[in-house]
């Protein structure tokens, strides 16, 4: 049953409707402890801090809550409880709603003078209808969200051009709008600069509901979307100018934060966290929008000793998710038709026509797209397919025709290419880039004309065609073709039609896929174009192939150009092999080459990491590792009954590996059905290890199919070692070839130990040459042993 606000107040009752409200939630959530409420926000991240004094004044009605997030936790915390026991609770949107609204009353024009806020006189924007002196943004009023491409995806037609209805569908709200309308309201009434970032998959609204959350704000109200002459650089040369009043839009915010080897990514992070932080440069409202995939890429926390080259991005990041669904829910549609909202003919269709909800997709033309794939000649699909591979393994947005051209031919079989007519590659581009059957959405590749100037790439024509793929498909076909691994043809033309940049990151695709070679040839390529990158990882590719004098060779040529990481790397490689004269002397090479600035530049890079690392709290770990410890203790003692329900209470709070400890206390008692459904929990909530047990057990009984799917979903979850798992099972019950073809497997996601794990197997079969040319030579791009290169 859908929940309804609260009854109205008895007479005399001044208790703000938010406080009603959640004096009201408590009581449905069993009125847990206080304690229980504070540990549970401790244990997010970030860790929220909340008082029991706080706890009870906010109850009470006594005090409204200041912080967002703060209450977004508490609510999320009780509802949960709430919904347990049967309850319906309001959405998260109407309590930021009610919350904003009870502290605004509760505290205007109370007592003395209020904090000085910009007002429009402070700024000669205020009244001007024409872009800033310098082209920093536009007044918001004045936006067309398509005309200046901020990313808002063109919608099907489906007769709204006819019948003279806007280029964009009629907006059907749902809950993270109230939510994200709440943030503006609070950045314009508060005067207090926020960041949000929506996240969700290709095509879910994030970029329309910015878009809708901020169109009716008024003057002074501007909009800057920096792009050229590129996204970070963009943004770096601006963020000084910008001023007060303004939206910052940062659509897929990748663009801006992620730079591989260049450090304007995290230069724009701390831009933007100094730009935040500074009250009298505000209000600022900076909008950003990134699918699950980046957001997990830029706010990963490393291994202690491995890079972090997101530190930066990975604070300023924090906090500000907010998660968008894949689909409306019934209760969204029956909402917005109840409001009119469905006479658009474009959702109308949507709603009749899109699959489990999904209207954003269908909107954008999604299913025409997929359709245009899936019906798409041979000669279109090559093309297609390498450049949905070229995407999913790095290259950068703009994809050369010539590259395409070259790589699609690799994708044919010899009787297709033999079979192509003259003029095959015309007819492929022309399928390809017809908008007509989209729907009114953009084709599956459109071509990309070069802007004149500084974002012309150096050695790139102004005519030289380009183009870019539609992100729809470029994420279903990340999806699709994330067990394949590209043909010879692919890798041969990258490295002849590919920007060095690209070289670069298609060639440690190739390396990690165990395809040597054509790792090699790609970083020799971006190397004598300047890139000093790839001279370091091709020295240290020739070090793990006991190469040395090359390595060195390399690592001296990157030192030389100011790269002294390979060298720094050949050292410690010499001092795990015993040779520590050869590690000194390499080391003291490395150390004469640097520059004295290097140590304190990579200091100040990595102090972003060490002062999030100030400001986790211990509350979580010390609460989940107590009763982690005494469940452990219970089970040592044969207590098993006990030690489940205290590694319950922990799983309750948040950790998720205490359910597949459950899992293991019933395995060991031959609950085996009971095993698997804690197991599946587990999983559920993200413990890709309860994957691997899952698929343990299916492969013990003997269903093997089920087992390679089981270890192929954690592959995907980012756990590629359950396959190498499986592979040694099938290895001890004599099925090596089996096992085998599961390494390979891993190697062609990407699983830079899959090549270690074929060579055993081929050294434990007495094939020592085998094993052998597998670690110096790799693999063919066909799966083969390589020939010596």
């Known amino acids: 049953m859908p929940a309804t606000p609260p009854a109205s107040p008895a007479a005399g009752d001044e208790k703000p409707e938010f406080s009603r409200a959640l004096a009201q939630l408590y009581e449905q959530a069993g009125e847990p402890t206080y304690a229980e409420l504070i540990h549970q926000a401790a244990a997010q991240q970030p860790p929220v801090t909340i008082g029991k004094s706080s706890l009870g004044d906010w109850l009470s009605g006594k005090s409204i809550p200041s912080s967002a997030r703060v209450v977004e936790v508490l609510i999320a915390c009780l509802q949960a409880k709430a919904t347990r026991r049967g309850h319906s609770p309001m959405a998260p949107g109407w309590w930021e709603a009610q919350r904003t609204r009870a502290h605004r009353a509760r505290h205007a024009n109370r007592g003395g003078r209020p904090a000085r806020r910009p007002v429009p006189g402070d700024d000669p924007r205020a009244g001007g209808d024409t872009p800033a002196p310098g082209g920093l943004g536009w007044p918001v009023k004045q936006v067309d969200p398509i005309a200046l491409d901020l990313g808002v995806h063109p919608a099907i037609d489906a007769g709204a ?57 008024p003057a002074p109200w501007w909009l800057w979307h920096p792009i050229n002459p590129g996204w970070a650089q963009a943004t770096l040369a601006g963020l000084e100018a910008v001023k007060p009043y303004t939206v910052v839009w940062l659509n897929e915010t990748q663009h801006y934060l992620t730079t591989p080897g260049d450090p304007a990514g995290e230069q724009v992070a701390a831009g933007l966290r100094e730009l935040l932080r500074s009250p009298e440069r505000g209000p600022v409202l900076v909008l950003g929008t990134l699918w699950q995939s980046y957001w997990a890429k830029l706010t990963a926390v490393p291994r202690p000793d491995d890079p972090d080259p997101h530190a930066g991005a990975r604070v300023l990041l924090a906090g500000t998710a907010m998660e968008l669904p894949e689909a409306f829910t019934d209760d969204d549609l029956a909402t917005a038709a109840a409001a009119g909202m469905l006479a658009d003919p474009r959702t109308a269709e949507a709603v009749k026509q899109a699959p489990s909800g999904q209207l954003t997709q269908y909107l954008a033309g999604g299913p025409a797209l997929i359709e245009r794939y899936r ?36 994708y044919l079989s010899d009787e297709q290419h033999d079979l192509l007519a003259d003029n095959w590659l015309e007819q492929a581009f022309a399928y390809l880039t017809d908008p007509l059957p989209c729907r009114g959405a953009r084709a599956p590749l459109t071509r990309i004309k070069n802007r004149p100037g500084p974002s012309t790439a150096a050695g790139q024509h102004e005519d030289e065609p380009s183009y870019q793929l539609a992100d729809y498909l470029e994420q279903h076909g990340a999806h699709t073709r994330r067990w394949k691994c590209p043909p010879a043809g692919f890798w041969e033309s990258a490295a002849r039609h590919a920007s060095a940049t690209d070289q670069t990151a298609l060639a440690k695709a190739a390396h990690s896929r165990g395809r040597y070679r054509h790792a090699a040839i790609l970083w020799h390529r971006a190397a004598d174009a300047g890139d000093t990158l790839a001279l370091d990882y091709l020295a240290q590719m020739r070090a793990q192939a006991g190469d040395w004098e090359e390595a060195e060779r390399l690592a001296c040529r990157a030192a030389d150009a100011g790269n002294t990481s390979a060298l720094h790397y050949l050292s410690w490689a010499r001092k795990l092999t015993g040779d520590r004269k050869e ?207």
Not at 184 to 190: I, K, S
């Open 583 to 789: 590690a000194s002397r390499l080391y003291r090479l490395a150390t004469d080459a640097e520059d004295l600035s290097v140590p304190r530049t990579l200091t100040l890079m990595q102090e972003p990491a060490v002062d999030q690392q100030r400001g986790k709290h211990p509350t979580f770990t010390v609460y989940t590792s107590v009763l982690g410890n005494l469940a452990k203790m219970r089970k040592e003692a044969g207590d098993h009954q006990e030690a489940e329900r205290l590694y319950q209470l922990a799983a309750d709070a948040g950790d998720t590996y205490a359910l597949s400890n459950v899992a293991e206390i019933r395995e060991q008692a031959g609950d085996r059905q009971g095993a698997e459904q804690f197991y599946q929990l587990a999983a559920d909530a993200g413990d890709t290890s309860a994957l691997w047990a899952l698929a343990r057990m299916r492969e013990q009984v003997g269903d093997g199919a089920q087992a390679e799917r089981l270890a192929r979903s954690a592959a995907d979850a980012g756990d590629p070692s359950a396959l190498h798992k499986l592979a040694q099972m099938r290895e001890a019950a004599g099925d090596r070839r089996e096992a085998e073809r599961l390494c390979r497997l891993t190697a062609d996601i990407g699983d830079p130990l899959a090549l270690k794990e074929m060579a055993g197997l081929r050294q434990r079969a007495g094939d020592e040459e085998g094993g052998a040319r597998l670690v110096r030579f790799g693999l063919e791009a066909d799966g083969r042993i390589a020939d010596p290169w």
């Open 375 to 410: 019906t798409a000649s041979v000669e279109a699909r090559a093309v297609l397919e390498a450049a949905i591979d070229a995407r999913r393994l790095g290259h950068s947005l703009k994809l050369p025709r010539l590259f395409l051209e070259e790589a699609a031919a690799g």
């Open 161 to 217: 051009a006819a019948a003279g209805l806007s280029a964009l569908p009629t907006y059907l709200p749902r809950a993270h709008d109230a939510a994200l309308a709440a943030v503006v309201d609070e950045v314009q009434v508060c005067g207090r600069s926020r960041m949000v970032v929506l996240v969700g998959g290709s095509s879910t609204g994030k970029t329309r509901a910015c878009w809708e959350a901020i169109r009716s704000l």
